[in-house]
């Protein structure tokens, strides 16, 4: 399994950005994503791009607003998150998967989460 590592969560406002980044210890040739969890929530997946072809997918809460990717060389992905909401408080998680689906149970490897917090 490949090890993951994010960054860049934080305490921001209203409309405000954020960039989180995840630092994979191997070159991983599935898919990578972002996950999400709230207090008292399910794990919700946000945002996903696939090595392949650089395919990307959202959730549609998030779409339009945030944008993930790639930098292959550094083993790096990338979720810029602008205009952020209240709603989008919530423990941010990297995960990859050998599969090409965006679905959580496909995701072997985790990493151990970012807090995003939005205040109003």
């Known amino acids: 399994q490949v090890q993951l590592e994010e960054s860049g969560g934080g305490l921001v406002q209203v409309g405000d950005s954020l960039r989180l980044s995840c630092v994979a210890s191997?070159?991983?040739?599935?898919?990578m994503a972002w996950f999400r969890q709230a207090p008292g929530k399910e794990r919700e997946f946000v945002a996903g791009i696939r090595w392949r072809n650089s395919y990307t997918g959202y959730s549609d809460s998030v779409k339009g607003r945030f944008t993930i990717s790639m930098d292959n060389a550094k083993n790096t992905m990338y979720l810029q998150m602008n205009n952020l909401k209240p709603e989008d408080t919530a423990v941010y998680y990297c995960a990859a998967s050998l599969s090409s689906t965006w679905q959580l149970r496909t995701f072997n490897s985790w990493g151990q989460g970012t807090q995003v917090t939005v205040s109003s």
């Open positions: 191997s070159f991983n040739r599935g898919t």
